[in-house]
């Protein structure tokens, strides 16, 4: 069973890497019992310092990849904002990683991603249903 990720740097491309990433990072596992979808950000996020450094940069991968694709500096920023606070409040232990599971700075940026690609490549949408 083999799963991959398309290599290019064309607009579909981009879409379905920060998607597959953004699931990877914010909601690949269910906590049984809870059924609360967590994913790496919050595991990984449980080891200090070196943890929180890996999901920042992790999460500065999807910024990357919007700035490739042109986004405006305010969509950049508010991107950027996002990771900081996420980063932030990952340094303060404890509180850091129970902010994980409700500050998804992941998704916020993903949903920036992509209300840009439906307005500037409406061609990468895909339909849902």
Known sequence: MGFSLPTGSDPQSVRARVEAMEVLL?????????????????????????????????????????????????????MGANVA?????????????AADFFYRSNTKNLRILKKHLDKNHPETRILEG
């Open 85 to 97: 606070v996420d980063a932030l409040l990952g340094l303060v232990p404890l509180v850091g990683d």
């Open 26 to 78: 914010e909601r690949s596992f269910r906590i049984p019992g809870v059924n609360v979808p967590v994913g790496l950000d919050a595991i990984i996020g449980l080891v200090p310092v070196v943890g929180d450094i890996i999901t920042t940069a992790l999460g500065a991968y999807i910024a990357w990849e919007a700035r490739n694709l042109g986004l405006s500096k305010f969509q950049l920023t508010r």
